[in-house]
């Protein structure tokens, strides 16, 4: 009965930026590793990036400097800041849960891990 809803999405030009949330109804973010995966049509879902409940966090090299990864434990929301989108970010974006470890992102972003995963929201960035 966990859900993740995402809101945020958009079509912005690139340079542009935009903030994106994800609410869950159930789980507590403060025992569970949060995560923003993303889709872009015909490839494969790539990890963006993860936070524990500690407040650590990791990031895929593409997005590295761009992109931050926050969470308010209190709404039981995440969020994903982008700042100077390009073309390439255009995607699905996911928000995902992983319950395996007590709240650690224990093996970073490993896809499998995560359990709970959003509908998805659509970023799309036009040059």
């Known amino acids: 009965q966990v859900q993740l809803v995402e809101s945020g999405g958009g079509s912005v030009q690139a340079g542009g930026s935009l903030r994106l949330s994800c609410v869950a109804s159930?789980?507590?973010?403060?025992?569970?590793?949060m995560g923003w995966f993303r889709q872009a049509p015909g490839k494969e879902r790539e990890g963006v990036a993860i936070?524990?409940?500690?407040?650590?966090?990791q990031y895929a090299d593409s997005v590295k400097g761009r992109f931050t990864i926050s969470q308010d434990n209190t709404k039981d929301t995440l969020y994903l800041q982008m700042n100077n989108l390009k073309p390439e970010d255009t995607a699905m974006y996911y928000c995902?849960?992983?319950?395996?470890?007590?709240?650690?992102?224990?093996?970073?972003?490993?896809?499998?891990?995560?359990?709970?995963w959003g509908q998805g929201t659509q970023v799309t960035v036009a040059s």
């Open positions: 995902a849960a992983n319950p395996r470890f007590s709240g650690t992102c224990y093996f970073g972003i490993r896809e499998r891990d995560f359990d709970y």
């Open positions: 159930t789980i507590s973010y403060s025992d569970n590793c």
């Open positions: 936070i524990s409940k500690y407040g650590g966090t």
